[in-house]
């Protein structure tokens, strides 16, 4: 076989899709996609957010709990990450525009690794028109957090007086955006909460739409931010047989650093006490495949939720597992953001003249997570590879593919359960996969089984 073709083949089998889908425990190439917390310290007080339980004041030996990444550490972080393209989230918990550098580091970014993607969620509150400008000019993704559509309700929402302020920043982000003529993605997301669950969902889509057409609007449910938020805990996972639990990809696909360097365990995690590893003492890599990280992805393979809770892992208070946005299609295929779209359905690339060439788009496809790419090329040379080793090889891969969709097919089941149970039963009618105490139990009786692993066979 050819060597190129061995070479993706080995990281292929190291990518974070193989070893979630076929639960490995070994080591994952690298991460589809790094959160770097510019800074933990917010402007706002949303009521939606856990920012009342993050670590402050000092620790035992004296180190601040809030604060600015340093500019040697975040160099230190971008010039670890691998040339492929990915993704990386300029934020994590607390406002990332309040770091003072906050565009030279979105600039540094895009110079040492321009096949990345940039994305950051922000309240716009600090949003003034350099920072706007900036935006456009380096951010692929910016998601705008605005929970309310008058004053009165964006005070409770946020417990901060910023709205006049935060429209008058957007509408000049809007401006631009529309003279430039740019295509980015730029949301306005609202969060349902107490304070805004009195908004049908047509006002918002209206507010917004009529001030800004050429963004997207995005209404979500709570998260209960593994039970750190007053009055959204949930009472109900220790009922939860852990066979009907999805195995989550995170802990294989996304690795999330704090201001001062540490890895932690999940992106939200709003503790940040159980550390996986220290970016200012030690590489990406090693923290990534070393034996914390290994344990964590056991765990979770085995749907061990007992025992990552005693382990000081969040997950079995997560309502993000619940709400199977840790498996939406973006997270499988976060590297470039596409869907999964019907596998039957498929058209050669026209770029590949050989079946070779295809084979190899066939490889990096999956390595990037792009499934249906990499199962439209599997499928071809299956068919017509020039001999019989080729054919062999792709038709494994058009295995492992199909076993994606498999295991995604599950999910849907899982998710189906959640629309139909879940759409009826919660009391924020957006919300439809995050679900109350009073609606779990009747929720849990009818859902079906996690899809069943079947663990291929592999060298690894
Ligand atoms: S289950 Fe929740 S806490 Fe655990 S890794 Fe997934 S998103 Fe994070």
Known sequence: MDTKIEELVSRAKKSALFAWSNQTDGEVEFPNAVYICPTNVCNNRCITCAIDKMRKGKDAEGNPQRGIMKWELFEKIVNELPEAPRRVYLYKTGEALLHPRFIDMMAYLKEKRPDYEVALNTNAARMNTTIADGLLDYADYVGISI???????????????????????????????VRRKETKKIFIYMVRCEANKHYADEEVFDFFSKRYPAFNISINGLFNFYNAVDGIEFEFFDQIEEKKLPRCIIPYSIMPITWDGKVVSCIADPFETNIMGDVSKQSIMEIWNGEKYKRYRKLMSDANFAQLDKEKYLCKNCSWLLSLKTHSTENLCIANRREIKDPHIFFANSQCSTTDEMLEFGLRSYIHGDISDALKSFIIVAMGGKNEEVRNLAREWKEYCEHVFEMRAGIDAWEACLNQHGTTLHEFMISKYHISNASAEKLFMALPDSPDIKVKKTDL
């Not at 946020?158 to 302020?165: P, S, T």
Request: zero cysteines; glycine letters at 0%.
């Open 147 to 177: 929970f309310a559509i008058d004053r009165e309700h964006y005070k409770m929402a946020h417990r901060r007086d910023y709205f006049d302020l935060v429209l008058k920043n957007v509408d000049y982000l809007h401006s631009e955006y």
